[in-house]
């Protein structure tokens, strides 16, 4: 009885990558029909489960328990928690224990955890035996509606964040939305930002949405369901336009070459600022920014900041607690990061609400003024 | 004028794989020429050239040249010789290299090397920033006919060779013939066994056309260039057929699952048997476990051999010095092989010379007998 009135609450999006096509589920009680589910589509019946510290008492069991019903025999490795684990010396313990397990091919890697755990299970499952499959189960909002779709996979570099790694499609994501009860309020506006930035992107009407009805979001049920479904939905429909990122797919970024560059100045130190916090702050630069060129009203840039700041992100740099470097070494940040071509600074800029656009030769004098007249 | 009467020298072969496709350029002095023929086609201005201590003192010197002639700036990293460089611990130094010399999208890893450069740095070129543009420069005969094609990179894990790596397909491959001269009488021969395969899986002209020709093949010249290009073809039209190894491009396994199983007998110890060398043994093997299977005439088996032993390759496990380990513990390496699928056992068998195909399911206790047999 609980199984059918979970099932007929699950929203399924349809990643439609040609022969790397696959399904989003979204709903509650996923975790423990996972092995049901993937059963039911997938032939490997050998899995690797790759989870983190924090995660694993909270739902490894209840998976793996799952797993064994559905007639899967699964291993699992448990990485320590946090962005550090985003490295080769991790990648190489997850490989070896996917080897280990004797995954095939037709078997599985399944990613248990947040985008740390995605990032580097994905590309453990993209490099052993040159690809084996893929499963996600994303366990914070955030990679719910971002990292669980793209197939970017990856870990860090001393040169800088995610700059090794592969595109590795999952072929099934489960997003059990009854995790995100267990995020504290702070995690869950975090994985907000990423969402509203959907609405920023192209989706005009989703961010008028979001503002009436962003306090149905944060209380879970069915808005808050489809909330995650628009924002997968988003991210898939630009993927599906550009796989690869040679074009459009940048669009993704809006907020993050900022955001980055505020990560970097705050040394990843998430108790002055996580991911979704630096890109809640950037989507604001950006839109002011923008502004500034002309290309957009301010209006649209308080807009922005006014429903950023009612759901309580960060939106200025002033809201991040401690000192930042001066803005030249923001800038330094910018110009090192991944998405300078060729010396010129690519943004994603903006002409209003949902009217986002890649902007292939910004002057970096521009943006040094923006930035010391923002920083002061 | 030299240039010019190297340039109608060379041989093209055209690997169609879509937006992956690329060209293989075959023929004398194209280490010289590799600059102006990157710059010519490729729009990349950077380069990170992975090489290693054996032979960067014969032609570093004169490929980095040739790109500071072309304007192609490069850094260079030398790896040591041999099987044991394909692991994570080389891996990390090649990515480190690439990314320290600020290699973007559109810029090149180069491979200056034999296989194992060719299997490395093709790697870390689909790792780096999710995959850079891999330009090869093969300087063994094995690698010209063999890793040069098909865009399988990787390293080796404890759990068995190549377990770790990606599919990569080079932007342009540099055959330079020049280098087969200084390679000695046993390195070119066992890069031969590969050339004679191609014949041996699907083309028997080729084969017959070699057993009449191969002496000109060995001396250089037309011959040579005429026996790489045919080589190269015979396995583009494998991998277009299959790019990814679901089907037919196991057939270029042919004469590996035995070969492989000799060599990890052998402990990888090139001083009493080179990949190429196992490959020929393996080759006569499977002709002669087919004859035994009743698929093909125990002349076919008469046939490879003879030729393989008249260019002084070795044809059988008693040509391999030193004590072999007893047939069960071979037994044992080839059921360990990657291509055994869910516990049956795959082997490439023929019903004759240039008729070779994918046999899913042959007995193990055939093989063992087999095995027993030959090893008295």
């Not at 397990?101 to 580097?120: Q, S």
Request: glycine fraction near 10%.
């Amino acid at each position: 009885m609980n199984a059918i009135t979970s099932a007929s609450a699950i929203r399924t999006v349809h990643v439609p990558l040609g022969e790397r096509a696959y399904d989003i589920l979204i709903g509650p009680g996923l975790i423990v029909r996972a092995g049901a589910e993937i059963a039911s589509r997938l032939k490997g019946r050998k899995a690797a489960v790759i989870t983190d510290e924090n995660v694993a008492p909270l739902y490894l069991k209840a998976l793996v328990a799952s797993l064994d019903e559905a007639g899967i025999a699964s291993a699992a490795v448990v990485l320590p928690a946090g962005e550090k684990t985003k490295s080769f010396e991790h990648l190489i313990t997850a490989c070896d224990k996917v080897l280990e397990a004797r995954v095939e091919r037709n078997d599985y890697v399944i990613a248990l955890g947040g985008g740390v755990i995605g990032d580097l299970s994905g590309f453990a499952a993209g490099i052993v035996r040159r690809g084996v499959r893929f499963v996600q189960v994303p366990t914070s909002l955030l990679s719910q509606v971002d990292s669980s779709v793209g197939g970017k996979t990856g870990i860090n570099s001393r040169h800088g964040k995610n700059l090794i790694g592969v595109f590795h499609q999952p072929d099934l994501v489960l997003a059990d939305t009854d995790v995100l009860n267990s995020l504290s309020a702070r995690e869950f506006r975090a994985g907000y930002a990423e969402v509203a930035k959907y609405g920023l992107i192209d989706k005009p009407d989703f961010f008028a949405w979001l503002e009436a009805n962003w306090k149905a979001v944060f209380a879970g049920g069915s808005a808050r369901i489809e909330a995650i479904a628009a924002s997968c939905q988003a991210k898939a429909d630009v993927v599906v336009a550009d796989e690869r990122e040679n074009g459009q797919r940048a669009l993704l970024n809006l907020g993050h070459t900022f955001g980055h560059a505020l990560e970097a100045a705050t040394a990843y130190d998430s108790s002055r600022l996580v991911h979704g916090e630096g890109v809640s702050i950037g989507m604001v630069l950006a839109h002011e920014f923008s502004a500034r060129m002309n290309l957009a009203s301010p209006d649209d840039a308080r807009r922005v900041e006014r429903h950023l700041k009612e759901v309580g992100l960060p939106t200025r740099m002033s809201d991040i607690p401690g000192e930042l470097p001066p803005a030249e070494t923001l800038m330094d940040a910018i110009a090192q990061d991944k998405k300078v071509k060729s010396g010129k600074l690519t943004f994603i800029l903006t002409r209003g609400v949902g009217q986002s656009f890649v902007a292939d030769d910004v002057p970096a004098s521009e943006v040094i003024s923006f930035l010391q007249e923002k920083h002061a």
